[in-house]
């Protein structure tokens, strides 16, 4: 017996295929993309010199952050990861640099210059508000990305922060399925609260208690930027362990 298909459904099977084809084309493609983000010319020298430490291109896969995607810097800084994310997600995803305004203070100058990168770069968007006002954002999120900074969060330039009220921001910030991604300088197991204000560490077990709370799934940790010669009890400043601390990254996923 001859199998007859209408047209319809025909025209239907073809724009599967081609959207399978092109999800592939762009998982397999992502590694070169994120490659060509790092070799990018009108990246500061500066960033190029912290590469070595923060190894990029580990991070970025780690992130599964895509071409077309809308992601969130929070407290981006001088912004060496938001110049990264708006390489990766082009002109049809979005770049959040957030710059808090509870530290303006010390990352005004920081703050400036991004804005000056962003001028040139429409896919970026530069905002200084409160961190909780901050997460009220004109489109849902693929990730929400904090480096070197959730610790920061519980110190006292930041109120301190209700963590119970910030991370459910963030959760409601996100599509569904949407990523969080939280890497920090890591404090010894069980290491008392004041080691944010202290030593500028957390506990990797308070980041995921005080995460999954907030309704999130602990996904995937990764080891990339662990050191084990790092103490892990002397500040993150200590020029004997500046620039090489143990770091954790922890990824968590919104329910679909």
Known sequence: MRLTLSPGICALLVACACLIG???????????????????????????????????????????????EAVADFNAGSGYFTRLFSDVVGNRGHVYAIEPVEIQQYIAKSTAELRDYAAGHPNITVSVQTALDSLHLPRKLDLFWISQNYHDLHNKYFGPLDMAAFNKAVFNALKPGGSYVVLDHAAAPGAPPDVTQTLHRIDPATVRHEVEAAGFVFENESGILANPADPRTIGVFDKSIQGRTDQFILKFRRPE
């Open 22 to 68: 092109a999800y592939a084309q762009s998982t397999v493609a992502q590694p070169d993309l994120i490659a060509s983000a790092i070799a990018d010319p009108a990246r500061p020298e500066g960033d190029r010199t912290r590469d070595v430490v923060r190894k990029p291109a580990e991070s970025l896969q780690f992130s599964g952050l895509k071409p077309g």
